[in-house]
């Protein structure tokens, strides 16, 4: 697969994973932060707010590494 075709595969990926876990994390503050008190808001958001980078940043990895044809014909501009 082309990098082309790995960056548009990718960029849809990316848009999907932000929107469901962004659904999620909102669901879970929601049944967990009405009777937390400040602190535990603020560690909650904390950790939620970073904790989607690891995905994504082996999605963006995928994206950017050379695909097959690439490797071969090199790339085309």
């Given amino acids: 697969m082309s990098m082309r075709w790995k960056k548009l595969i990718g960029v849809f990926a990316l848009l999907a994973i932000i929107a469901v876990y962004s659904l999620l994390v909102m669901r879970v503050a929601v049944a967990i932060l009405p009777e937390a008190g400040p602190v535990l808001e ?3 958001y904390a950790v939620a707010g970073m904790a989607w980078v690891f995905p994504v940043g082996y999605l963006i990895k995928w994206m950017n590494a ?3 044809s690439d490797r071969k014909h090199g790339e085309h501009v």
């Fill in 66 to 68: 050379p695909g097959r």
């Fill in 42 to 44: 603020l560690l909650f």
